[in-house]
């Protein structure tokens, strides 16, 4: 009888441990886990800091785009300006918008970092950097048009190239396309990073 009193000790004190083990390891994972999703906000938090210079760069750049030719007379004068053409001015106030979103998304993202394992924050971001990548893709794809068009012309239609006319104008509106295609491929990897994110829950 004490055999077999100390053989189901015995038993019990190895299940014991082996549970111990195996609570250790779960914690142990959990905690990398909590570390990872960490790490992945505030790659968010610095993806969106990079976005917001590139959004204020592109849309102060395009806003203050304006060239006046030294030449001109009593009743003409050459002047090109953002404001004249609609599509431009569509891409300053969609890049102002972007730029707002991104300062007021700050906050969230913060929470993806206080809180790793916070899926509503992560969520509603990944929900409204899609929009707001369509909105950016959408003025920067038009702008980019009007400035094929200024480089180029259009010998079908007339248009006729201004750029070597107005080169400074040309090479502003250039620098503020390319500015919002990084914004656009900023928003692009904060939605796979939130996707990515959203997934290891």
Known sequence: MM??????????????????????LIATSREQKKGFKKGLGILDFLLRLGA???????????????????????????????????????????????GAYLVLSLPFSLVTIVRPHAVAPRLLLF????????????????????????QNGNPNTNWLSICDQFGDFCQGVSGAVVASFFTVLVLMSLILLSAFALKKH
């Open 127 to 150: 929900i409204l950097d899609t929009v707001v990548l369509t909105l950016a893709t959408a003025a920067g794809a038009a702008a980019a048009a009007i400035v094929y068009l200024a």
């Open 3 to 24: 055999k077999s009193s100390d053989h189901s000790s015995i038993n019990v004190a190895e299940s014991s441990g082996v549970e111990k083990g195996k609570g250790s």
């Open 52 to 98: 917001i210079i590139s959004t204020i760069a592109a849309a102060a750049t395009m806003g203050t785009s304006d060239e006046t030719l030294p030449f001109f007379s009593q009743f003409f004068q050459f002047e090109a300006s953002y404001d004249d053409l609609p599509t431009l001015m569509f891409f300053v106030i969609a890049m102002a918008l972007v």
